[in-house]
């Protein structure tokens, strides 16, 4: 089940919602020839991720309470080899991935919302990091 901490536009969604979108991204990810991306997400357990504001709010941060390895930056538009950092730049509106320690902070465009990325983005940071 998603845990958030509540805030004035981050999503809440239930857990076939989520379940739906991760389909929805596999497709995507197929039809792109994205498998060095979706292969990695079919072994990915599930574990629950916290959102955090940050004070851009254009950044948020996904804390997944394991190490997730950087500090490191991916920019979208770049070759990108950390098959995490790929999918999750891979969602439209994303702009950059910041990995370290347990959390990463993803960053996205003005004029995208949260309540789209911030599911995805959600699903498959508690897949890739679950126990």
Not at 7 to 31: M, N, Y
């Amino acid at each position: 089940m998603l845990r958030t901490q509540p805030t004035d536009d981050r999503p809440q969604t239930t857990e076939g919602a989520v379940q739906t979108r991760v389909f929805l991204l596999s497709v995507v990810c197929r039809l792109l020839s994205l498998t060095d991306i979706l292969e990695p997400l079919a072994s990915w357990s599930t574990m629950a991720v916290q959102l955090s504001n940050t004070p851009n709010p254009n950044a948020l941060k996904f804390t997944v309470g394991v190490d997730v390895g950087g500090p490191a930056t991916f920019v979208a538009g770049s070759d990108i080899d950390d098959p995490t950092a790929a999918a999750l730049v891979a969602i439209d509106g994303v702009t950059s991935v910041f990995m370290t320690a347990d959390f990463v902070t993803l960053s996205k465009t003005a004029d995208t919302s949260w309540d789209v990325i911030a599911p995805l983005a959600t699903t498959l940071l508690e897949q890739r990091f679950g126990a």
